[in-house]
């Protein structure tokens, strides 16, 4: 009970401060002269550099485990990766000169439907009904969410601003899903890659990227972002506190995954999500009316409904693996003929009479299953 309590106390102090401060760092002036922080690549360098020292950290000190030994493939995939989320970050960070932090975070939770674009157009993967459903249910909430939206000063222009904010959070999310569709291609790939190489290497590539766009001596970005901090000190402290909280985040995610497993991550993230937009309207006084807060709630039980059916799922395949072997166990051991279904699950291969055939193709199953579990696990950990 005390771990579980660590884990959720973690996980909300970690990304709820995360978010403050992320709304705060883009969308506050500093000082008496009421300057914004604008240096949004700058930023997500800073990012990308915490991140992935933390992951290092975590994988070296937590797990005691060795860093993933690199080839030419595994750099090229994960500068690709890289690169993606590099391009994609600026432009949430800039859908929130047009929209506030509430829209962009349920708009946010839409990222289910890029993934499965991309998944679908690039890999040629199918879906189960339900998921067409949940997709529908969150495009539906968040659409009613901008269509109820109160009317605030500025009319159309108000209006045309809130489009392009949502354009910019589209394309934001389109690039996300090609991101996430890749990881996924990536841990289908390379069973020797976990949740927390992606977020070590993947932001390493992404500082590299970033490092060399920033010290392009045409690009005045770094310089400003330097002078800009030197000259608000708090923004500093803010970027900090928002950078380390992000990073700390994930490693409760991580440990979350690995004491309690998906649903109770899927679980926590969703109501974190609500109370990023609970804190989010009341600290910093964005105002929605009853009809929105419906409109989230049709958001919210389609990501519901999404982790419900995955769990469900994975715990009927599970059984059904498990049973499945325990008949062939039984059979072979009676000297019974086995079904060729029955022949797959137990990974049967010349003779059902010796013992340690049977047990290493029992074993074959279960590291079978972990495999695929933790694909589970860090797509997961992605997508959150």
């Known amino acids: 009970m005390l771990d579980f309590l660590i884990c959720v106390g973690g996980i909300y102090a970690c990304f709820l401060t995360w978010s403050a ?34 992951g ?20 090229f995939r994960f500068f690709q990766i890289a690169f993606m989320a590099s391009v994609a970050s600026p432009f949430g960070y800039m859908a929130l000169r047009y929209i506030n932090y509430p829209t962009m975070t349920l708009a946010k939770t839409c990222k289910l439907v890029p993934v499965m674009l991309m998944n679908v157009v690039l890999y040629k993967r199918k879906y189960a009904i339900y998921k067409y459903v949940v997709v529908a249910m969150i495009t539906l909430g968040v659409s009613a969410f901008m269509l ?33 569709s890749t990881q996924e291609q990536i841990l289908a790939d390379d069973r020797e890659v976990t949740g927390q190489h992606m977020m070590c290497l993947m932001n390493l590539c992404s500082s590299i990227l970033m490092a060399l766009w920033l010290m392009n001596p045409f690009n005045p970005e770094l310089g400003n972002a330097v002078a800009f901090l030197r000259q608000h000190p ?4 803010d970027i900090g506190m928002s950078v380390m909280c992000g990073a700390l ?46 409109a989230a709630g049709i958001v919210f039980a389609g990501i519901a409904l999404d982790a419900y059916k995955k769990q ?17 166990k039984g059979k072979a051991l009676a000297g019974g003929e086995l079904s060729d279904d029955e022949k797959l699950s137990v990974g049967e291969r010349q003779s059902l009479f010796v013992p340690p055939q049977l047990g290493s193709s029992v074993e074959g199953i279960e590291q079978s299953m972990g495999d695929l579990r933790r694909r589970q696990q860090a797509v997961s950990v992605a997508a959150a």
């Open 56 to 75: 290092f950290v975590y994988v070296r000190v937590v797990q005691r485990k060795a860093m993933l030994a690199m080839s030419r493939r595994r750099w």
């Open 312 to 328: 469900t799922g994975k715990k009927a395949k599970k059984q059904a693996v498990v049973e499945m072997t325990q008949v062939g």
């Open 234 to 237: 708090r923004a500093t402290i």
């Open 148 to 180: 109820f939206k109160s009317s605030s000063k500025g009319g159309a222009k108000a209006a045309e601003n809130s489009l392009h904010g949502l354009f910019l959070v589209f394309i934001n999310l389109a690039i996300d899903g090609l991101v996430n």
């Open 21 to 54: 401060m992320q709304e705060r760092v883009t969308t506050q002036a500093y000082g008496a002269d009421a300057q914004k922080f604008q240096f949004t690549i700058a930023l997500n360098l800073i990012q990308a550099m915490t991140a992935s020292l933390v």
């Open 249 to 294: 985040g994930q490693c409760f995610i991580f440990y979350t995954l690995a004491k309690f497993g998906s649903l109770t991550l899927v679980t926590i993230n969703v109501t974190r999500k609500f109370l990023t937009i609970l804190f989010s309207v009341f600290y910093y006084s964005h105002p929605l009316n009853g009809r929105q807060w419906v």
